[in-house]
């Protein structure tokens, strides 16, 4: 039976309830984090509570909960959940009020709902082991605010439906420049030869984790050339490789965009090596 957190209790996921009147389910008024875990052993999660803390502060939420509070969750609803390759789903809403009114009650007592689910095993730099991502590409939509991590996910939940019906799942999203973002739930990563480049970060877009760890990682055990920098559409249609990044994917490759193979249409050899180290770094200590 799944076993899920709920403001105070650990709970059977069925039995969980939250009121209609929360600020999550009225306005999308949350902050959410999924931190992925193999074996009872969580991953970036220093990162993840800082982008957490980061989210709720940008947002006015105060939360009762610190740092230890919620790893003791975690590592609880980890054993009750198996320990498996799991991903924790954490979300923290502004709470319930009994007057629906856009402005921010005085006081509310923040809800806190986690939950465990299934991601697949590590991939490790097998080309033969991966998803290989075939994406289309889209005007990036969303609002101004890409990063914070709210629950209000409609532009990106519309993009990501884009994706579906286009056949790939992902599409790849730039702005009014033609200046790459992101993907509808990943960062990108482009390939020019030695260089991995990968866009800076600024409101319109998240600051993945696995986006900051493949950087970290590359940076201390590659040769690579590694920069965060503006990358534009040409330069994405032109790319040696593409890679995707999220905490239940690691690094993942694209091997075609809007129907044109990347590079020779197959998971590039700097993608293999970057993966091969994140799977050899992935529970090394980040800050
Ligand atoms: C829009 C967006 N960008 C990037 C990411 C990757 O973030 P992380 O690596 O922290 O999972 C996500 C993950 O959900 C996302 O939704």
Not at 13 to 28: K, Q, V, Y
Not at 255 to 264: C, F, K, L, Y
Request: charged content about 20%; proline content about 5%; some cysteine.
């Amino acid at each position: 039976m799944a076993i899920a957190f709920l403001n105070d209790d650990f709970v059977p996921l069925e039995e969980a309830r939250i009121s209609p009147m929360d600020r999550g389910f009225l306005f999308g008024d949350g902050i959410y984090e999924v931190i992925p875990s193999y074996g009872g052993k969580l991953i970036g999660l220093n990162l993840h509570l800082t982008r957490l803390e980061n989210g709720l502060n940008e947002i006015k939420i105060d939360i009762p909960w610190n740092r230890a509070a919620l790893t003791a969750i975690f590592k609880k609803l980890m054993d009750q959940n198996g320990n498996g390759n799991l991903g924790i789903y954490l979300q923290i809403t502004r709470g319930v009020t009994m007057k629906r009114n856009h402005a921010f009650p005085a006081t509310t007592t923040p809800t806190l709902f986690a939950y465990t689910f299934d991601i697949p095993a590590p991939v490790t730099g097998d080309p033969d082991k991966v998803t290989h991502w075939k994406v289309t590409t889209r005007r990036d939509l969303r609002w101004q605010r890409c990063h914070i991590k709210s629950t209000s996910l409609l532009g990106n939940v519309l993009h990501m439906m884009e994706g579906v019906n286009d056949g790939g799942g992902e599409v790849l999203m730039f702005d009014a420049n033609d200046q790459l973002t992101e993907a509808a739930a990943c960062n990108v990563f482009v390939v020019h030869g030695n260089e991995v480049k990968t866009p800076p970060l600024d409101q319109h877009k998240l600051a993945g984790v696995t986006r900051d760890m493949a950087l970290q990682i590359l940076r201390a055990r590659s040769s690579l050339k590694v920069t965060e920098t503006q990358i534009t559409r040409d330069e994405v249609l032109h790319a040696d490789e593409v890679w995707l990044s999220s905490s239940t994917k690691e690094l993942e490759p694209v091997v075609s965009i809007d129907g044109r193979a990347v590079g020779d249409g197959q998971p590039g050899p700097i993608w293999s090596q970057a993966q091969s180290l994140f799977d050899l770094h992935r529970f090394d200590h980040f800050e």
